[in-house]
């Protein structure tokens, strides 16, 4: 939602200014300079990145637009989670883990949560990381450094879509240039003609590059910007497990685990101890 409204904010300062000064709308209305700078830059972005990327890129970017981020809830929710697992290994052992595991969407425990569900990165490095711990034979700090190998490698994928599109936001005064160039060389061809059609023209122009500037630093690098922190707090859930599991591969009891999780949630979302004790001992 603050996206959409720092969106309108932005417009509405720049055409408000611009109404203020005396600018005449209709001088920005050039569907030639629009075409030219939307067309290449979306061209630029397609050539820029594969499928994948892509598809990130229009999933964060809805997921932005909707205001959708990680809450206190939600990191309720993956303690739960955790508590409810760590609690299970430790009473019936941990090859009762096994059936949750191998199949999370038939778990009685997992389809509990479909929102964590709903995120398989994170339900994959969990499942695969209990994998190991039921299968033995590895120390506690091999396992944490497993686990950290498996945060990085998540932490660049989800900076890629930030990347790229950061990269087509630098490019964006560039292709201005392009229209704007393109605006005088069919100045240029009109150059003997009124000097009120030849000062159209050169607006039109002009238009080109204010078009590029614009969208650049008042749509583009801020929505970038808003896609690389909630890469970074994407990732923090995966910290968070990743401090539960290690802290029972060390032979913690499940509350504790879940104490070492709690810590390395955010401040901003991070619940208190007893909130989240009488959540995830709630109905246990």
């Given at each position: 939602?603050?996206?959409?409204?720092?969106?309108?904010?932005?417009?509405?300062s720049v055409l408000g200014g611009f109404a203020?000064?005396?600018?005449?709308?209709?001088?920005?209305?050039?569907?030639?300079?629009?075409?030219?700078?939307?067309?290449?830059?979306?061209?630029?972005?397609?050539?820029?990145?594969?499928?994948?990327?892509?598809?990130?890129?229009?999933?964060?970017?809805?997921?932005?637009?909707?205001?959708?981020?990680?809450?206190?809830?939600?990191?309720?929710?993956?303690?739960?989670?955790?508590?409810?697992?760590?609690?299970?290994?430790?009473?019936?052992?941990?090859?009762?883990?096994?059936?949750?595991?191998?199949?999370?969407?038939?778990?009685?425990?997992?389809?509990?949560?479909?929102?964590?569900?709903?995120?398989?990165?994170?339900?994959?490095?969990?499942?695969?990381?209990?994998?190991?711990?039921?299968?033995?034979?590895?120390?506690?700090?091999?396992?944490?450094?497993?686990?950290?190998?498996?945060?990085?490698?998540?932490?660049?994928?989800?900076?890629?879509?930030?990347?790229?599109?950061?990269?087509?936001?630098?490019?964006?005064?560039?292709?201005?240039?392009?229209?704007?160039?393109?605006?005088?060389?069919?100045?240029?061809?009109?150059?003997?003609?009124?000097?009120?059609?030849?000062?159209?023209?050169?607006?039109?122009?002009?238009?080109?590059?204010?078009?590029?500037?614009?969208?650049?630093?008042?749509?583009?690098?801020?929505?970038?910007?808003?896609?690389?922190?909630?890469?970074?707090?994407?990732?923090?859930?995966?910290?968070?497990?990743?401090?539960?599991?290690?802290?029972?591969?060390?032979?913690?009891?499940?509350?504790?685990?879940?104490?070492?999780?709690?810590?390395?949630?955010?401040?901003?979302?991070?619940?208190?101890?007893?909130?989240?004790?009488?959540?995830?001992?709630?109905?246990?």
């Amino acid at each position: 939602m603050f996206v959409i409204i720092g969106f309108a904010v932005v417009l509405l300062s720049v055409l408000g200014g611009f109404a203020e000064a005396g600018g005449p709308f209709l001088v920005l209305v050039q569907p030639a300079e629009f075409i030219i700078i939307a067309g290449a830059g979306l061209g630029a972005l397609l050539a820029s990145a594969p499928k994948n990327v892509l598809q990130k890129i229009l999933a964060k970017t809805l997921a932005a637009l909707q205001g959708k981020t990680i809450t206190k809830a939600t990191y309720l929710s993956v303690l739960k989670l955790l508590y409810e697992l760590l609690y299970m290994a430790q009473k019936e052992g941990l090859i009762a883990l096994e059936k949750h595991i191998e199949s999370p969407a038939e778990s009685a425990i997992f389809s509990k949560y479909p929102d964590i569900l709903a995120h398989g990165e994170l339900v994959a490095f969990m499942t695969d990381t209990f994998r190991m711990v039921i299968i033995g034979g590895i120390a506690s700090h091999d396992l944490e450094a497993l686990m950290e190998s498996d945060i990085d490698t998540q932490h660049n994928e989800v900076k890629k879509p930030s990347q790229v599109l950061s990269k087509i936001g630098d490019t964006m005064p560039g292709l201005g240039i392009v229209a704007a160039v393109l605006g005088i060389v069919i100045t240029m061809q009109a150059i003997d003609g009124p000097a009120g059609e030849i000062g159209k023209k050169v607006a039109a122009a002009l238009v080109g590059t204010f078009l590029g500037i614009l969208l650049c630093y008042g749509f583009i690098q801020p929505l970038a910007s808003n896609l690389d922190i909630s890469g970074e707090k994407e990732i923090q859930v995966f910290e968070v497990v990743k401090n539960a599991i290690a802290a029972f591969a060390r032979g913690f009891s499940p509350l504790v685990c879940v104490e070492f999780a709690r810590r390395s949630i955010p401040a901003e979302t991070r619940p208190e101890f007893a909130e989240m004790e009488a959540h995830v001992k709630e109905k246990q």
